[in-house]
Each structure stands twice: as structure tokens, then as C-alpha cells.
């Protein structure tokens, strides 16, 4: 069954946005299926970019269709805007065109590697801590 990163949290409209009151996390089962694991963590993982990207278009005065327009791939409106609210997994090609057209935008390893850990419930939410997420019990395969 495919999946988009967004069916790892409820609601699903929380994906990638912090002007939320709650975002529940889903993790699967850490020792059932490892594909499984994986793409709840790529899930995770795309949620803390799409933050981070928001944030530093924010602080720039950039609008989506501002990203939209740096990046000169076909239908790049619709991509960004599946990609930034989780319908659609980004991939490589975002990723390094992220990185080319707004620079200083992704997060870091350790942040994302955090993030992760709130999402999984292996890490506490700290009290600093500045975005919506809690993590449910392991239940979802």
C-alpha cells in the first residue's frame, strides 16, 4: 500500500505546519516491519524539512510561488505544494533543489535525527521545544 508522508500523523492537515495545537505522530511498531519504520521516519524526516523551508521562506518575504519560480522543473507549483503538505514524498531532486535555490534552508542532521525521536516517543518532547508534536503508542503496520 503506498502511502503519503501525512498518513503517519493526525490530523493529516498538520503536516509541515507549526500554526497548529497538536500534531500525533504514528509510529509503527519499531520491531515489526522495517520498511514500515523507515517510511514513517522518511515522513518525519520530510515533516522537519518542510518546517525549516517555511521558516526560512518566512523570514525571507519569499512566497510559495516564490519557490515555485526558482525551481525551473515542470508543474513545480503543484509539486511544491504536494510536497510541502505531505501528499507527495519528496525525493533527491527536491532536495539538492532546495538546497540550490534557497540555501541555509535545510535543517540539520541532529535536528531532524531529534525530531524522529519526539516522533517515535523514544526522546521526551522537551519544555524548549517550538512545534505541535507528540507521539502515539506504537500501534500503526
Not at 58 to 73: I, M
Not at 95 to 123: H, N, Q, Y
Request: glycine share 4%; aromatic share 8%; hydrophobic share 40%.
Amino acid at each position: 500500500m503506498a502511502s503519503q508522508p501525512r498518513d503517519w500523523c493526525s490530523p493529516k492537515t498538520s503536516f509541515g505546519r507549526r500554526d497548529v495545537n497538536e500534531r500525533v505522530w504514528l509510529p509503527p511498531d519499531p520491531n515489526g516491519e522495517p520498511l514500515a519504520v523507515s517510511k514513517f521516519r522518511a515522513a518525519v524526516m520530510q515533516n522537519a524539512i518542510v518546517l525549516a523551508v517555511r521558516e526560512h521562506k518566512t523570514l525571507q518575504g519569499l512566497p510559495q510561488e516564490g519557490l515555485a519560480r526558482r525551481d525551473l522543473r515542470s508543474d513545480s507549483t503543484n509539486m511544491w505544494n504536494a510536497r510541502l503538505c505531505g501528499r507527495a514524498n519528496l525525493t533527491a531532486q527536491d532536495i539538492v533543489t532546495l538546497m540550490m535555490v534557497l540555501p541555509g534552508a535545510m535543517p540539520t542532521e541532529e535536528s531532524i535525527r531529534f525530531f524522529i525521536e519526539v516522533a517515535e516517543g523514544t526522546k521526551a518532547r522537551p519544555k524548549f521545544w517550538d512545534f505541535p508534536d507528540t507521539s502515539a503508542p506504537a500501534t500503526r503496520t
